[in-house]
């Protein structure tokens, strides 16, 4: 039988290496910890990705999270949030200041704690499923 070779070869090059799993990455970006070996801090700051990870050395400069993790925070809180406001006055009668004093401090607070996690886990599925120069191990390109 005949080799393949040309665009119909199987790729066995550098980006072709094996499976990184997703489900481990995920939880280790939850607490912001580098998804490759889960000992080193993923943020310097509060949203700040390090260049690479202070452990391991994986690289961290080309991730692309952008505006993903405020789009999921928002969609998180919101969902949270609504049908809670709408219980509460509906079953309480509150005052309007207070329903709108005590809800605007849980989504403040709801959403500090959620935008950083939400930040490392998005940066730990495009680093295990090898999206945007994540494809090749301890490479700084």
């Known amino acids: 039988m005949p080799e393949l070779t040309g665009p119909a070869a199987p790729d066995t090059g550098p980006a072709f290496q094996e499976e990184r799993a997703l489900r481990p990455a995920m939880l280790r970006g939850?607490?912001?910890?580098?998804?490759?070996?889960?000992?080193?801090?993923?943020?310097?700051?509060?949203?700040k990705v390090r260049?690479?990870?202070?452990?391991?050395?994986?690289?961290?400069?080309?991730?692309?999270?952008?505006?993903?993790?405020?789009?999921?925070?928002?969609?998180?809180?919101?969902h949270l949030m609504a049908p809670l406001i709408l219980y509460a006055f509906t079953a309480y009668r509150?005052?309007?200041?207070?329903?709108?004093?005590?809800?605007?401090?849980?989504?403040?607070?709801?959403?500090?704690y959620l935008l950083p996690r939400l930040k490392g886990v998005i940066v730990a599925i495009?680093?295990?499923r090898r999206?945007?120069?994540f494809g090749n191990a301890r490479d700084d390109d």
Do not use: K
Not at 30 to 47: E, K, T
Not at 52 to 63: I, K
């Open 30 to 47: 939850w607490r912001r910890r580098c998804p490759n070996c889960g000992a080193g801090q993923m943020l310097r700051s509060y949203l």
């Open 51 to 78: 260049e690479t990870c202070p452990v391991c050395g994986e690289a961290f400069h080309h991730h692309r999270a952008d505006d993903g993790p405020a789009y999921l925070t928002i969609l998180i809180v919101g």
């Open 94 to 112: 509150p005052d309007p200041l207070v329903l709108a004093t005590v809800f605007s401090v849980g989504t403040v607070a709801l959403s500090l």
């Open 126 to 128: 495009q680093w295990s």
């Open 131 to 133: 999206m945007h120069g």
